[in-house]
């Protein structure tokens, strides 16, 4: 059984419900272990019912898990390019590995 649009829409108001579409490229949940979960394409709704706002996202799904450097890390990539820590963590994050970050920066 399919249900028009227009039903749907004014059997959700007399249930209290409100939604708006929002417009966006793409959307970024940063998980607290450092990843992230990126909805491409995406289609967004905000839905607000009983004084609660929530989201719906559909769209494609990539994840991506930030790699995580120790300070030895940083510190080996500034001793051997000869950059400060900011600068060594700034290309471990680019390059997301230690020999690519150091001969990178020794360029």
């Known amino acids: 059984m399919r249900i028009n649009p227009r039903q ?3 059997m959700m108001k007399q249930m209290g419900m409100q939604t708006t579409q ?3 490229d ?3 949940i940063k998980r607290s272990d450092g990843g992230e979960i990126i909805i491409r394409d995406p289609e967004v709704s905000k839905i607000k019912m009983m004084g609660q706002e929530s989201f719906q996202i559909t769209g494609t799904v990539e994840e991506r898990q930030e790699p995580e450097f120790s300070e ?3 510190m080996m ?3 051997q390019a000869g950059v400060s820590k900011e600068e060594a ?4 994050e680019e390059f997301g590995d230690i020999a690519g970050a150091i001969l990178h920066l020794k360029k």
Do not use: F, T
């Open 89 to 92: 963590l700034k290309a471990l």
């Open 77 to 79: 990539v500034s001793e």
């Open 8 to 10: 749907m829409e004014k």
């Open 72 to 74: 030895d890390d940083i």
């Open 26 to 28: 793409e959307v970024i």
């Open 22 to 24: 929002i417009s966006a």
